[in-house]
């Protein structure tokens, strides 16, 4: 059974940072793309960064590109997505993702309908 579990989230100040963690049970994490997406109230959810393993490639989302660092930890199954010059507009909840099978030719690795199994989220709130 394969089971994602997100932490980290809070409120922070606009400005602030963030490092969100999501420890993955019942598959390994060098093998398999995982990502992370958020979901604002009444907005699509959105791809924000992944990381794959066979190749290492990483991928941000353009608006968040140079403030966002996604990482792993092999040892503790454990990716992390460090956040920094949070603004309002990133308020939502964040939530963590990965793949059943080795990532296809021609797929974006931040189309949430490409991943398999995810986690509840955790809540990210930016205010002052």
């Known amino acids: 059974q394969v089971q994602l579990v997100e932490s980290g989230g809070g409120l922070v100040q606009p400005g602030g940072s963030l490092r969100l963690s999501c420890v993955v049970s019942?598959?390994?994490?060098?093998?398999?793309?995982i990502a992370w997406f958020r979901q604002a109230p009444g907005k699509q959810r959105e791809g924000v960064s992944s990381?794959?393993?066979?190749?290492?490639?990483?991928a941000y989302a353009k608006s968040m590109k140079g403030l966002l660092t996604i990482s792993r930890e092999s040892a503790k199954n454990t990716v992390y997505l460090q956040m920094n010059s949070l603004r309002t507009e990133d308020t939502a909840i964040y939530y963590c993702?990965?793949?059943?099978?080795?990532?296809?030719?021609?797929?974006?690795?931040?189309?949430?309908?490409?991943?398999?199994?995810w986690g509840q989220g955790t809540q990210v709130t930016v205010s002052s």
């Open positions: 019942g598959l390994t994490l060098d093998s398999y793309t």
């Open positions: 993702a990965t793949m059943r099978k080795k990532i296809a030719v021609n797929t974006s690795p931040l189309n949430p309908l490409t991943y398999d199994y």
């Open positions: 990381f794959t393993p066979v190749d290492g490639t990483k």
